[in-house]
């Protein structure tokens, strides 16, 4: 793996996979919801829909067809803190399905007509997790953690954030946001000279923009959010304040995550609905930035069984943090864990997606095989110490409950 600077600040991450016949190649801008003021919010998404929507030289359907016909794919995705357009193709198609991707970035039109056709996409797609109580319970989530904060604003924006967004709000955006010192691009798979050269050329003029101002550390609270629908569960999800991105003990957290409840085999999912069978749903995962994250348990039942759950969540946790986890469970830990870390990075895709997100946000790749030592070194003692941290904390809580009025005792 290697990676250059070019002078405009253009950082370029290479990591050639010896035998690949796919090249993926990613854009990484630093532009999300930590980047929005309180009149953009939703306007990294809404970029990242138009985009789509036609260039000088192409129109929509000539983008979507070119990808098609070369039986690749381009996609894209927003976060709290960055959006990344990417390409897969054949190594054969790299060169020119990256011309057509650089051509989106750098020559989209922003089409009047075609911008309020995608901002009523977007309403659809706001309206689809309004509809989707376990994506809904994750929202609203976030206003019961961040509050006042822009990090509690939906990614999506809401309805009347996106009709207000024009044409000129998103043309001055992308001119602040998508400059040079805030893009890095992610190469990975049969890497030809050909392919770096034309990202080193498309790049090359682009302004290399200010300085971005680093944003501030969030106050986390432990509010409680409840939002009625009608649904025949309950969602409920508990949220924790954990380690940031940068912190050592990153594997550690993971082993957590998996322990407590990302896996099968997990505490929460063997004891919630294996024992009791009282969920489908049950699952926990972490989120970090660069300067805080977070630690989530998920749970969809019975309105009459929510509390019976609670009940269970709460004397579970209290077991890990009166007695931590075994010598055994951070063994069987350590397996999972660097099972999925090569697993997961067997492909083009998914080493392009890690080293151009942790260059743009973190300024460093750190090479697999130094997590994997850092996996191997996991003692239990840290990672108890690590969940006591964690979970000594006060969780945020959010529910989506069914309209009725069933629960017969006050959450």
Excluded at 205 to 212: C, K
Excluded at 218 to 240: G, I, M
Excluded at 282 to 296: A, C, K, L, P, V
Aim: aromatic share 6%; with cysteine; net charge negative.
């Amino acid at each position: 793996m290697e990676w250059m600077t070019l002078n405009n600040g253009v950082r370029i991450v290479i990591e050639p996979i010896e035998g690949a016949r796919s090249t993926s190649t990613g854009v990484f801008v630093k532009a999300g919801t930590r980047t929005e003021s309180s009149e953009e919010i939703g306007i990294s998404h809404l970029i990242e829909h138009m985009l789509f929507k036609g260039t000088t030289t192409r129109s929509a359907k000539e983008i979507a067809s070119f990808f098609d016909e070369l039986g690749g794919s381009v996609n894209a995705f927003t976060s709290k803190d960055h959006t990344c357009y990417y390409v897969k193709t054949l190594d054969e198609h790299a060169v020119v399905a990256f011309d057509v991707l650089a051509d989106m970035l750098f020559q989209s039109v922003f089409n009047e007509d075609e911008l309020e056709k995608e901002k009523r996409v977007v309403l659809e797609e706001i309206k689809m997790y309004e509809d989707t109580p376990e994506d809904l319970v994750h929202e609203i989530l976030a206003d019961a953690v961040y509050r006042d904060d822009v990090l509690a604003q939906p990614i999506l924006g809401t309805e009347e954030s996106v009709l207000s967004l024009t044409r000129e709000q998103i043309k001055r955006y992308v001119e602040k946001r998508y400059s040079g010192n805030q893009m890095v691009v992610s190469i990975a798979g049969h890497v030809t000279d050909e392919l770096i050269e034309a990202v080193k050329s498309r790049f090359a003029d682009i302004p290399s923009g200010e300085s971005s101002k680093e944003s501030t550390r969030p106050v986390l609270y432990s509010d409680k959010a409840v939002k009625r629908k009608d649904t025949e569960q309950a969602h409920l999800c508990w949220n924790f304040e954990a380690i940031s991105a940068k912190d050592e003990r990153l594997p550690h957290l993971a082993l957590m995550n998996n322990a407590i409840g990302a896996t099968m085999s997990s505490r929460l999912f063997q004891s919630i609905r294996e024992e009791q069978g009282l969920a489908y749903s049950i699952y926990s995962y972490y989120t970090t930035f660069d300067d805080h994250g977070t630690f989530t348990i998920y749970v969809g039942t019975s309105p009459d069984t929510l509390e019976q759950v609670e009940a269970i969540m709460d004397r579970e946790l209290a077991k890990l943090k009166g007695e931590g986890l075994t010598e055994e469970e951070v063994d069987k830990g350590k397996r999972q864990l660097k099972g999925s870390l090569v697993l997961g990075n067997e492909s083009s895709s998914a080493r392009m997606n890690r080293n151009g997100r942790n260059l743009l946000l973190l300024d460093e790749i750190e090479p697999i095989e130094r997590v994997l030592d850092k996996v191997e070194r996991i003692q239990t003692e840290e990672v108890n110490r690590l969940i006591q941290e964690v979970l000594n904390h006060v969780p945020a809580k959010s529910y989506v409950l069914p309209n009725e009025e069933r629960l017969e005792t006050e959450l």
